[in-house]
């Protein structure tokens, strides 16, 4: 008896398992479609804000403009980022906002050769007019190890943005998102307005719901046909 119960326990446990998983891909899927969505409604008039009146702790994507001061500091390189078949690094430098604290400026993509000889990034160190989008961070997904490393020219080598990580290293507070120019601007290296370059796309996060769903209804069936089974048997 105790284990049957045992038994029925482990399939119950791994059939919510398997539903958790596919809901959190529909999860994911609808939260993507509607940052497309906001983007989608921000570009279209593009009629944003003063950066120096934005709210530090938000992290609504909005269209934003105004004068920043770079600091002559750290530059950070985001390790491993595709832009099509190609593999790199994503440049940012810290900028200062006009009355308020840093701001993470994305400052474009830059391609690594197979030796992992990082891309030279010449540090900008006065004041710029920008405008663009105002993004939350990218995803840090699952944080192994430290979020960056000193390389030996000074730079840092970043596996995610771990924003306290980087407030750290700079000394100072950074605003909750991140600046991506307009790429019409004639700053920084190759970038795109696409919020989604690194990532799945929601058709991608729905299927794999799919394939989740799928293999839970699978459990359930290979389980009555089990116990149908033994229960003939016996």
């Known amino acids: 008896m105790k284990t049957r119960i045992a038994l029925l326990l482990l399939v119950l446990l791994v059939e919510a398992l398997l539903l958790r998983l596919g809901f959190w891909q529909l999860a994911r899927g609808h939260?993507?479609?509607e940052q497309l969505v906001q983007v989608a409604g921000v570009l279209n008039n593009?009629?944003?804000?003063?950066?120096?009146?934005?709210?530090?702790?938000?992290?609504?994507?909005?269209w934003a403009g105004g004068a920043v001061w770079f600091i002559p500091g750290p530059v950070f390189l985001l390790d491993n980022q595709r832009r099509g078949s190609e593999v790199g690094?994503?440049?940012?430098?810290?900028?200062l906002l006009p009355g308020?604290?840093?701001i993470l400026v994305e400052l474009g993509w830059?391609?690594?050769?197979?030796?992992?000889?990082?891309?030279?990034?010449?540090?900008?160190?006065?004041?710029?007019?920008?405008?663009?989008?105002?993004?939350?961070?990218?995803?840090?997904g699952i944080a192994l190890g430290q979020a960056a490393v000193k390389q030996a020219d000074g730079r840092w080598l970043m596996t995610r943005v771990d924003m306290p990580a980087?407030?750290?290293?700079?000394?100072?507070?950074?605003?909750?998102?991140?600046?991506?120019?307009?790429?019409a601007l004639?700053?920084?290296?190759?970038?795109?307005?696409?919020?989604?370059?690194?990532?799945?796309?929601?058709?991608?996060?729905?299927?794999?719901?799919?394939q989740w769903f799928g293999l839970a209804a699978a459990w359930l069936i290979?389980?009555?046909?089990?116990?149908?089974?033994?229960k003939h048997e016996r």
Not at 186 to 210: C, M, S, W
Request: proline content about 12%.
């Open 186 to 210: 004639d700053i920084g290296f190759a970038r795109d307005l696409d919020v989604q370059a690194n990532t799945l796309p929601p058709e991608k996060h729905r299927a794999y719901a799919l």
């Open 100 to 102: 308020g604290p840093a």
């Open 31 to 33: 939260e993507k479609q």
């Open 166 to 183: 980087l407030e750290s290293i700079i000394g100072g507070e950074l605003a909750a998102r991140v600046l991506r120019p307009d790429p």
């Open 222 to 230: 290979l389980w009555f046909y089990v116990a149908r089974r033994k």
């Open 110 to 140: 830059l391609p690594v050769t197979g030796n992992r000889q990082m891309p030279p990034t010449p540090a900008y160190h006065r004041d710029y007019r920008l405008e663009g989008l105002l993004l939350p961070p990218p995803s840090p």
């Open 89 to 95: 690094v994503i440049v940012y430098q810290p900028a």
């Open 46 to 62: 593009r009629q944003g804000i003063a950066l120096a009146d934005m709210d530090r702790t938000s992290h609504r994507i909005e």
